[in-house]
């Protein structure tokens, strides 16, 4: 597949903006997905997931929207603060543990 | 802290050398993984751990990686005759679910490799 090294897709937004970050998922067996956060030199921090069943889940600011049939992800972030800006990565599981995860959004949040 | 911890976090080796990484999981959690990652991608699998027990480890590159958990709690990762390509981040995750859904993640290991 191709790699996209140092380049990652970077959304830019406004603080107060509403963010929407995609994800296309490969397996169409994967019945749960997760969105993480991860900020420079640190390890990814759970944000919000989701099971196979369900079509949206939400949490506090985040919302995560799950469309099987077309295997798209997206996380929805209401009024994005600038402690937001980090890398966001969707990653999938089927079976019993393994993830696997998509290739990162950069969000950077302007004050 | 209750969380996941990992050390060294930063380490340089030169190239041929023998590296150990320890992860220290959230206590009492069942599952423990291992990742790597490369600058600018996200984490790819390397081995899972239930209890003692290594499950899963089709995601080691090669016969100079090697993982274990003794006791079901600790683990350490080891990599022998450093390459260069082994440069990465090493993260740690671990989960209370057997299943391992829910992981948390570690600070992780940074290794460079000379």
């Known amino acids: 597949g191709e790699s996209v090294g140092l380049h990652l897709p970077t959304l830019s937004v406004q603080e107060g903006d509403n963010s929407i970050i995609n994800c296309a998922y490969s397996n169409s067996a994967s019945d749960y997905f997760i969105w993480y956060k991860q900020e420079s030199g640190k390890g990814p921090q759970f944000i919000i997931d989701i099971r196979s069943n369900m079509d949206k889940r939400q949490g506090q600011r985040v919302t995560v929207l799950l469309n099987k049939t077309v295997k798209h992800l997206s996380l929805q972030i209401a009024a994005t603060q600038p402690g937001d800006s980090a890398v966001y990565f969707c990653a999938e599981a089927s079976g019993y543990s393994t993830l696997t995860f998509g290739k990162g959004t950069m969000l950077l949040v302007s004050p | 802290g209750a969380g996941v911890s990992q050390s060294p976090r930063y380490k340089v080796a030169k190239r041929g050398q023998d590296v150990a990484l320890r992860c220290d999981p959230i206590s009492g959690h069942v599952s423990l993984f291992w990742y790597q990652q490369a600058l600018g991608q996200g984490p790819e699998f390397l081995t899972y751990f239930q209890n003692e027990a290594q499950l899963d480890k089709s995601g080691l590159p090669s016969d100079r990686f090697f993982a274990e958990r003794p006791e079901g709690s600790v683990s350490t990762l080891k990599i022998q005759r450093t390459q260069q390509e082994d440069s990465a981040v090493y993260l740690c995750?671990?989960?209370?679910?057997?299943?391992?859904?829910?992981?948390?993640f570690g600070p992780g290991t940074r290794l460079l490799v000379l």
């Open positions: 995750a671990s989960s209370s679910d057997r299943l391992g859904e829910t992981q948390y």
